[in-house]
């Protein structure tokens, strides 16, 4: 029998995707991908698959797996999720074997919203212009183009030896943080009243019910246009901070649409987009401004921090990824990238 992962019960936004399908934005095609790059990163690490590789995202909805067949390797990591195998509690970042039969659970913890079920092997999913990301506004993508419900089965192939004992993974760069989220002005900044920026600059937002993965709607003030709320549509990048003619900021996140006719007051930087993912609705935070070449800097240094990898701890003791390939409890590529928003 061949491997499978099965969904005993998934809650609203349980998704596949990969880095995200590139190279057809022009088309009117959203990229999707994860909410959290970072922590797809650091699961894809742990698990010894390619950075880019096909995981299942879970939102607070959550999602009850087992495995069928075989023995499958698995690692997990963002928000802080409450895991149980079998019931018993594990970290909310780990590594560990699911073995046919047993039960991983995964339910909304203390804090954060989304995480990653990244395997050791690949999800075998026929791809959607070459991803296998889900978008299912369009219902293109993982399985059928939808999110995973009860009863859904994941082929799994070119499956890697599974780790021998439960491993608690450390992604320094996925560590909690107070700091604002950090964002450049523009490029319609001009679109607003000085008073409206300042504001936009002082505000405790809070993210409201009505955010999704295609964006993320803010609450706490009414921002004030200088030059009305339409404009030529343009092309809008993850991050983008639109606001329409209700003043209320929208984030716009990994389903967000191609092109957008409201003027965009800032964008959040690539580096603080997963701090922005991992906000619960009616969690705060606030903004601070920085400049292109500070955002450059805080995403190479992001990128350096995936690229010294994830550790791994076994019995009190560390071991390194490279360890563990090298060993092979666990196998598979990991080229430590983070998917950039390129086209």
């Not at 994860?34 to 390619?50: E, I, K, S, T, V």
């Not at 990244?118 to 299912?136: E, K, M, N, Q, Y």
């Not at 989220?181 to 409201?208: H, K, M, N």
Request: aromatic content about 4%; overall charge negative.
């Amino acid at each position: 029998m061949s491997a499978r992962l099965i969904a005993r019960a998934a809650g609203p936004g349980v998704t596949v995707q990969d880095a995200g399908r590139r190279g057809s934005l022009r088309f009117g095609v959203t990229p999707a991908g994860p909410m959290d790059a970072r922590a797809f990163a650091a699961a894809n690490l742990a698990a010894g698959a390619a950075m880019g590789a096909a995981a299942i995202e879970v939102s607070l909805g959550g999602l009850e797996l087992t495995a069928e067949g075989e023995t499958i390797g698995l690692a997990i990591a963002g928000g802080e999720f409450d895991i149980r195998l079998d019931g018993a509690p594990l970290p909310s970042a780990c590594a560990l074997a699911l073995e046919p039969g047993a039960r991983l659970s995964i339910r909304a913890g203390r804090s954060g919203a989304w995480c990653y079920v990244a395997i050791a092997g690949r999800i075998d999913l026929p791809p959607t212009l070459g991803s296998l990301a889900t978008h299912t506004r369009s219902s293109m993508g993982g399985l059928e183009g939808r999110g995973l419900r009860a009863g859904d089965s994941l082929p799994i192939a070119d499956l890697a030896a599974p780790p021998r004992a439960l491993l608690t993974l450390e992604a320094p760069w996925l560590a909690a943080s107070e700091e604002p989220i950090r964002a450049v002005l523009g490029p319609q900044a001009d679109y607003f009243t000085p008073e409206a920026i300042g504001e936009f600059l002082s505000t405790r937002w809070r993210v409201g019910q009505r955010s999704d993965r295609m964006a993320y709607r803010l609450e706490g003030a009414r921002l004030a246009h200088a030059k009305g709320h339409d404009i030529v549509s343009d092309g809008v990048a993850l991050g983008a901070i639109q606001v329409p003619g209700d003043g209320a900021p929208l984030v716009l996140m990994a389903d967000r649409q191609p092109t957008g006719g409201y003027p965009k007051i800032a964008n959040v930087i690539g580096a603080d987009i997963g701090r922005v993912a991992q906000r619960r609705p009616g969690e705060a935070f606030s903004f601070a401004a920085v400049s292109i070449e500070e955002a450059v800097a805080a995403r190479r240094a992001l990128s350096e921090a995936v690229d010294a990898g994830v550790r791994l701890r076994l019995m009190g003791g560390e071991i390194s990824t490279e360890l563990l390939l090298s060993a092979n409890l666990i196998g598979g590529v990991a080229d430590a990238n983070l998917p950039l928003e390129k086209e």
